[in-house]
């Protein structure tokens, strides 16, 4: 039976090699990132220019740097972004804007065994606080919840990301399983990160089994619950 990971590569349990076939055969019905409109935003497919908004973004750096995109400044580096964020297959990448303004971004599993899997949730510290993470999620739910009735939506989140979890709660997510997780950016940074820089998610990560691991939350939004996009009576 194939299957999909929490990344969307979909391979058989049985290890066959069968990965390849079953990803072209649902390429014909996933290809198509059309732009979504709503909240005030508009959700693009990336193109160039849209690559090179989001090379100069403020970066956030640890324990959030996975989301960093300075990368995006070399060239060579850019343009095989852009052809991963373009390929067909069950993936859709889009950029936020705002305007002509990038302003975040977030990317769609479409065949993930646990549902329609949000990921790659990153608004950059310039456009932050804005209400941009919550209007981009609920422009993008909206559409699916037309185009996939009745699947409901799932994402994972690292414990420590008390910022999106406000967000994702305001959306109508909850938690439904929390577990220790091999996250290897994180891992490979903890190698590295002073003590202090450690401390604030102290309590999120542990060293076990000889390597560093992180708690993540499993959320899930059946479809169709109410979203909240507007600041709350107590926020600032
Ligand atoms: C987490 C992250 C996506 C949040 O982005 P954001 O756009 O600032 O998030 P929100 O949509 O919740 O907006 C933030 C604030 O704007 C306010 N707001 C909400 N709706 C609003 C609206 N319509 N208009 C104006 N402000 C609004 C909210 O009160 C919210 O306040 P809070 O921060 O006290 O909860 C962003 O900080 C980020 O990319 N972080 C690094 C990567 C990361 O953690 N990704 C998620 C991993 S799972």
Not at 59 to 85: C, N, V
Not at 198 to 219: C, D, K, M, N, Y
């Amino acid at each position: 039976m194939a299957a999909a990971t929490a990344h969307g590569a979909l391979s058989c349990d049985c290890r066959c090699g069968i990965e390849k076939r079953v990803d072209a055969m649902i390429t014909p019905r996933t290809a198509v990132t059309a732009p979504i409109e709503g909240e005030g935003l508009q959700l693009r497919p990336w193109d160039e220019g849209l690559i090179a908004q989001m090379a100069g973004w403020r970066e956030y750096g640890f324990p959030y740097h996975a989301f960093d995109l300075a990368h995006l400044r070399d060239p060579q580096k850019a343009a095989a972004a852009l052809a991963w964020a373009t390929e067909p297959g069950p993936h859709r990448h889009f950029v936020v804007c705002e305007g002509d303004t990038a302003v975040g971004r977030v990317s769609v599993n479409l065949k993930d065994v646990s549902g329609l899997y949000i990921w790659a949730v990153h608004v950059p510290p310039e456009h932050a606080g804005l209400g941009v993470c919550r209007r981009m999620l609920a422009a993008l739910m909206r559409a699916l919840e037309v185009e996939f009735p009745g699947e409901d939506f799932v994402l994972s989140s690292n414990t420590f990301a008390e910022h999106a979890h406000r967000a994702y709660q305001a959306l109508g997510f909850a938690v439904i399983e929390t577990r220790w997780h091999f996250d290897r950016e994180i891992a490979e940074r903890l190698w590295k990160v002073s003590p202090a820089e450690r401390e604030p998610i102290a309590r999120h990560i542990r060293f076990h089994g000889g390597r560093w691991e992180v708690r993540t939350h499993v959320l899930k939004r059946p479809h169709g619950v109410p979203m909240e996009t507007q600041p709350g009576p107590g926020s600032p």
